[in-house]
């Protein structure tokens, strides 16, 4: 689990950082379409994970068939940026 420090007086203590299950109307499990640097054509993923302003997601089908390489490359797993999802079918 990802910790985060903080300090109480002298002493610098360890706290759980809080994992998101909902995040500007993204829900683990979603389905999306995402556009990303690495990919030159869209992606159909779903949600496994989200950060402050991003998402892991499971890649389910590329658009182009150039991209089936990086995919492939990538184990079917990469890092979206939040804002470049778009919620196809919900969770």
């Known amino acids: 689990m990802i910790q ?9 203590l360890d706290k759980p950082r809080t994992s998101f299950t909902e995040r500007k109307g993204l829900k683990l499990g979603d389905i999306c379409r995402a556009k990303s640097e690495m990919f030159s054509g869209w ?14 997601v499971k890649i389910i089908a590329c658009r182009n068939p150039q991209d089936d390489a990086v995919q492939h490359e990538l184990d079917d797993v990469a890092v979206v940026r939040i804002k470049d999802l778009t919620v196809i079918r919900g969770g």
């Open 4 to 12: 985060e420090k903080f300090q109480v007086g002298g002493l610098y």
């Open 43 to 56: 992606l159909r993923c779903e949600v496994v994970k989200l950060y402050q302003n991003a998402a892991m």
